[in-house]
């Protein structure tokens, strides 16, 4: 009988260690006060090819474009994890200039962005180009950035504001070959507000923490510039596309088209 006792004393404290246990691991993470680094890999392609400067793409209506040069503007990069919070990163340092040149031996080019809070990211949003509350701030309240804008030439003048996407190549069509192409797309001022956001679902949770730093990879897709929402046609006018009231909006919706997250790397 004590043999008994003993076995069920024994029996009953082990049942109580694994619950208590089970319960310490169903505890949910403490991430108070805790910041990570998350980095956005951006990856410049056309269709499912590698963008490579000087190679001929196929657009749609039998036309064909090749680029020498090619940049792009984000900023309000802000994530919400899955409570639904979100982070913003801060504004004075929350923009950004895509630069090919600037790829790696694969082509990405990095936005690093650190402190941000430690979470279970779901999303990130983020506009290309400059939204108008920036730009109220006046050329002094750009900061750096302004400088730095002009000297990758992404500015027309500070009265016609900043070049959101810059695209200097050539074209073909069926009857004409090799001919320029140019679109400087941007907002006009305040009279034409080109700026446009786009939010990206992550295909699996970012987890941002003290010790892990992921690493987002987005594929932007540079034929959706012309073959996007709407598709349009260098022969009617869109090889040079700069403050037209007609054309920028539609090649700003396009742009907004040609993001997506392809994987997340957790490390």
Request: glycine fraction near 8%; hydrophobic fraction near 35%.
């Amino acid at each position: 009988m004590k043999f008994l006792k003993y076995t069920f004393a024994l029996l009953a404290c082990a049942i109580f260690t694994a619950c208590s246990s089970d319960d310490d691991n169903n505890q949910p993470e403490d991430l108070t006060g805790q910041t990570g680094v998350i980095t956005l890999k951006y990856d410049n392609g056309v269709g499912d090819q590698d963008f490579i400067f000087g190679t001929s793409y196929n657009k749609s209506n039998s036309e064909s474009f090749k680029l020498d040069n090619l940049k792009y503007m984000i900023s309000n990069v802000r994530c919400t994890d899955t409570n639904g919070n979100i982070f913003e990163y801060p504004t004075e340092d929350n923009v950004f200039i895509i630069n090919e040149l600037d790829g790696n031996n694969a082509g990405e080019i990095f936005v690093t962005l650190e402190g941000v809070d430690a979470a279970d990211y779901v999303s990130v949003t983020f506009g290309v180009g400059i939204d108008q509350d920036r730009f109220a701030l006046g050329a002094a309240g750009q900061g750096t950035f302004l400088d730095y804008a002009t000297d990758q030439g992404m500015m027309w003048s500070w009265a016609s504001g900043y070049k959101f996407i810059r695209l200097d190549g050539t074209f073909s069509t069926s009857t004409v070959s090799n001919q320029p192409l140019n679109i400087h797309m941007g907002s006009v001022g305040t009279a034409l507000d080109n700026y446009k956001e786009v939010t990206l679902s992550f295909p699996n949770t970012v987890l941002v923490r003290a010790d892990k730093s992921p690493e987002v990879h987005i594929k932007a897709d540079i034929a959706k510039v012309f073959d996007g929402a709407t598709s349009v046609n260098f022969a009617d006018g869109y090889d040079q596309v700069h403050t037209d009231v007609n054309e920028t909006p539609i090649i700003a919706s396009n742009i907004a088209t040609m993001f997506e997250v392809h994987h997340v790397h957790n490390d």
